[in-house]
């Protein structure tokens, strides 16, 4: 089997944010509906960064003639618009994204979401943003309606542990934890 040049296994300790890989959404300002994640990288993570800007490239590279479209010249790579992004300054403030880098993937099709033991997740309770995993993710040239760069698709998903979910959701379990019993007889009394 070869490998494609425009396909990255990020590292294990990627987060997984706004993640919607249970029902296809409809992106904001309308258009096909889409399953969607971001993959939030540690910057410690060199391995995973490196491979995914290798993948950039190749994309680019690739995407030669797409890029191009009707004009006499191809962009060159960085004046176009690529989905690896610092989260220290485009999600300054927001916890989550310091010290990382994130990237956006979605696709029309549903992601394989596989457990540690690559066994498929059923439950979807176990899919929340915040886990941790793997993500099979590949990058390609777009041209679309004068828009022009790199873009990253998802292809599964691997979660490898539960982590602290994000976007400010509690667990049920969370919220009752602490409640004493006894408070609740004068109501039911």
Same mark, same amino acid.
């Given at each position: 089997?070869?490998?494609?040049?425009?396909?990255?296994?990020?590292?294990?300790?990627?987060?997984?944010?706004?993640?919607?890989?249970?029902?296809?959404?409809?992106?904001?300002?309308?258009?096909?509906?889409?399953?969607?994640?971001?993959?939030?990288?540690?910057?410690?993570?060199?391995?995973?960064?490196?491979?995914?800007?290798?993948?950039?490239?190749?994309?680019?590279?690739?995407?030669?003639?797409?890029?191009?479209?009707?004009?006499?010249?191809?962009?060159?790579?960085?004046?176009?618009?690529?989905?690896?992004?610092?989260?220290?300054?485009?999600? $300054? /403030?927001? &916890?989550?994204?310091? @010290?990382?880098?994130?990237?956006? %993937?979605?696709? !029309?099709?549903?992601? +394989?979401?596989?457990?540690?033991?690559?066994?498929?997740?059923?439950?979807?309770?176990?899919?929340?943003?915040?886990?941790?995993?793997?993500?099979?993710?590949?990058?390609?040239?777009?041209?679309?309606?004068?828009? $022009? /760069?790199? &873009?990253?698709?998802? @292809?599964?998903?691997?979660?490898? %542990?539960?982590? !602290?979910?994000?976007? +400010?959701?509690?667990?049920?379990?969370?919220?009752?934890?602490?409640?004493?019993?006894?408070?609740?007889?004068?109501?039911?009394?």
């Amino acid at each position: 089997m070869t490998k494609s040049p425009t396909k990255v296994i990020t590292g294990p300790k990627t987060i997984f944010s706004y993640l919607n890989v249970n029902e296809p959404k409809v992106p904001m300002g309308g258009g096909t509906p889409k399953y969607s994640v971001s993959l939030i990288i540690p910057k410690s993570d060199t391995v995973t960064v490196n491979k995914i800007k290798a993948a950039i490239k190749a994309a680019y590279d690739e995407g030669q003639s797409k890029l191009k479209g009707n004009s006499k010249f191809v962009p060159d790579l960085d004046a176009l618009k690529t989905p690896l992004r610092d989260g220290d300054k485009d999600r $300054k /403030g927001d &916890a989550a994204y310091a @010290n990382s880098y994130f990237v956006n %993937a979605n696709s !029309t099709t549903k992601p +394989g979401v596989v457990d540690a033991d690559r066994q498929d997740i059923i439950d979807t309770s176990e899919l929340y943003s915040g886990i941790v995993g793997r993500a099979s993710i590949n990058f390609y040239a777009y041209n679309s309606n004068g828009n $022009k /760069g790199i &873009a990253c698709g998802l @292809n599964n998903l691997q979660k490898l %542990a539960d982590g !602290t979910p994000l976007g +400010g959701h509690s667990r049920a379990e969370d919220d009752f934890a602490d409640l004493d019993d006894e408070d609740d007889e004068d109501f039911l009394g």
